[in-house]
């Protein structure tokens, strides 16, 4: 029998030239790899990761991407995962599995109002599913015509085409159309870049924008929109006060449903279970993925209300009625076990009100720096969620160039902390640093991750 392939014995060396030779890697020109390797993490514990070279790092961002909520090297899941895999890896989502029907029963507790989970394995693809559900409704219950989606300038929802079709950040979609028809953009609402004279009221007035284009469109041609709860790549954008009312008052008004995409605010990040529970908002669909299971395995869900989803069988004599979609990997058993133990971390460890807590010293650490240095011209965030926007003037508010914010991010990079920020998002407003933290950080790494950029910024943002 061949032995099982065991990590500890991958040759460091040609891993690396394996990377370079036959890896095309995630938002990277590839060209510099020719000279130089490219980056490749090994080893995470807690918050830490140490790359091909052994140097240790701080992560800042979660594995990148605000995934990695409960921190590495989790055994308690890792066993889980192996555990079930050896039970039962994988059947088709048309059937039942037990970590499945378990994961759905205590989620569902965490969302008052909600009742159905629906699983795939990304945002990406949970918010396709949130579109198709929209659409099937549409074509059942008005004709085909209520089909339209709003989405909202500077939010992201995916990867795909159609997912772009509903993201508003012009980078990210550039060289990928045609797009999905039947996608409208609203207004963002980000104070800080007021679009009005007058900022009195600003949360309503931005929430306003939503129902001049339903009704632009037709409030009949109207059958959802899509929105972050907080904006996560387009900016780290909190909601200004009204705005989620108003918002929920408009969709209550012209029968639109409110999906919210919690891809990267769910499972804790926020300080509460999910951002939209900050704002008193009561939606129709909501879709996750990244923190739900902490990165230990893929998933994603496509979350909703009794009501939704009664509308996929009150007719079982005709053949087409129900929701006639499957995403492969929806069976896959791994995820909901490592949901489950990652949801029992959060739980047993205490983890919401740590997020809460430490996300009131970061914010605190980062006005600091707001205090003493001129580039930075507005703090953002909520919990383990923050960000800080940099301008070249305080008053003009005119964007700080994405080259200072790189050396920035490198600089923080070679004392051995990794921070984020926007990129090929918005062209001329990639100026946000943003940091996320696992939910586990303590008062010493928000010191160590503060200082960094401290660092780095005494160097490569004085104005």
């Known amino acids: 029998m061949n032995k099982a ?28 790899y020719e000279q130089t390797d490219p980056l490749m993490i090994v080893k995470g514990d807690g918050m830490r990761v140490w790359n091909a070279a052994g ?47 378990a994961f759905a029963s205590r989620l569902i507790e965490k969302m008052p109002g909600m009742s159905r989970v629906y699983y795939s394995n990304s945002g990406s693809e949970a918010n396709e599913k949130g579109y198709k559900i929209v659409r099937q409704i ?19 929802h995916g ?42 009221n600003y949360g309503v007035k931005a929430a306003l924008e939503m129902e001049k284009v339903i009704l632009a469109e037709g409030p009949d041609t109207v059958g959802s929109v899509v929105l972050e709860p907080i904006t996560a790549g387009g900016g ?19 029968d639109v449903l409110l999906h919210i995409d919690e891809v990267v605010c769910g499972l804790g990040r926020t300080g509460t279970w999910f951002g939209y529970q900050h704002y008193g908002i009561k939606p129709d669909i909501v879709t996750m993925a990244k923190g739900v299971a902490s990165g230990y395995a893929a998933i994603s869900c496509t979350v909703t209300t009794e009501e939704v989803f009664d509308r996929f069988k009150a007719d079982p004599d005709d053949p087409m009625s129900y929701f006639r979609d499957i995403s492969t990997f929806g069976g896959c058993t791994s995820g909901p076990a490592a949901a489950l133990e990652n949801m029992r971390i959060i739980e047993d460890e205490n983890l919401l009100d740590n997020t809460t807590a430490m996300g009131d010293y970061l914010m605190e650490k980062l006005r600091g720096l707001q205090n003493k240095y001129e580039v930075i011209g507005e703090v953002r965030g909520k919990g383990l969620f923050a960000g800080f926007e940099m301008v070249t003037d305080r008053k003009t508010k005119e ?34 640093v943003t940091l996320s933290p696992a939910l586990i950080a303590t008062t010493d790494d928000i010191d160590e991750l503060v200082g960094a950029i401290d660092n780095a910024m005494d160097k490569h943002a004085r104005i």
């Open 55 to 101: 140097k240790e790092h701080l992560d800042g961002v979660s594995g990148g991407v605000w995934t990695v909520n409960v921190g590495y090297g989790r055994e308690s899941i890792a066993n889980a995962v192996r555990d079930q895999l050896i039970k039962l890896n994988y059947f088709a989502g048309s059937a039942g599995n037990l970590p499945g029907a």
């Open 138 to 156: 549409a074509h059942n219950y008005h004709g085909g015509k209520k089909h339209k989606i709003l989405f909202r300038e500077r939010d992201y």
């Open 399 to 432: 964007p700080a160039p994405e080259g200072m914010l790189a050396n920035v991010a490198a600089d923080c990079m070679q004392q051995g902390v990794i921070i984020g920020r926007t990129n090929r998002c918005l062209d001329g407003l990639n100026n946000t």
């Open 159 to 200: 990867t795909t085409i159609t997912a772009l079709s509903s993201s508003g950040q012009d980078q990210r979609k550039d060289q990928y159309g045609p797009f999905t028809p039947g996608f409208v953009q609203i207004p963002h609402c980000l104070q800080y870049r007021c679009q009005y004279d007058d900022e009195t």
């Open 236 to 254: 780290v954008i909190t909601p200004p006060e009204g705005y989620w009312e108003t918002i929920q008052e408009i969709c209550k008004k012209y």
């Open 5 to 32: 392939v065991d990590t500890d014995d991958f040759n460091l060396s040609e891993c690396i030239a394996a990377d370079r030779e036959h890896v095309w890697h995630h938002l990277s020109q590839h060209k510099a």
